[in-house]
């Protein structure tokens, strides 16, 4: 089995920052491309940032300048640096992964996600 671990989440003020950290661990091959997505009440899940096993980032405009994605491939974590963070960016986080499992009949990297956790923004 894979799980994917994700820890940082909390309660923070207007300006604040957070930093997200997810872990992936169990029956694991190779891991490919990593991002974080997010909820908000109401909200369709959203891709915030994902960044491949090179190390090549991409943002959601709503984030860029202010977020900051990166990956320990030696420990097959991906974090998410959060600043200057707003209202709007309250969410559940969610982490991501493309897998692909030891043993695995199929070549091909299958997704797996996260429990989520909880990034409130408020005064």
């Known amino acids: 089995q894979v799980q994917l671990v994700e820890s940082g989440g909390g309660l923070v003020q207007p300006g604040g920052s957070l930093r997200l950290s997810c872990a992936a661990s169990?029956?694991?091959?190779?891991?490919?491309?990593m991002g974080w997505y997010r909820q908000g009440p109401g909200r369709q899940r959203e891709l915030v940032a994902a960044v491949s096993r090179g190390g090549t980032a991409n943002y959601a405009d709503s984030v860029k300048g202010r977020f900051t994605i990166a990956r320990d491939n030696a420990k097959n974590t991906v974090y998410l640096q959060m600043n200057s963070l707003k209202p709007e960016d309250a969410a559940v986080y969610y982490c991501n992964a493309q897998i692909r499992r030891l043993f695995s009949d199929s070549p091909k990297p299958a997704d797996y996600w996260g429990q989520g956790t909880q990034v409130t923004v408020s005064s």
């Open positions: 169990g029956n694991i091959f190779s891991v490919y491309d």
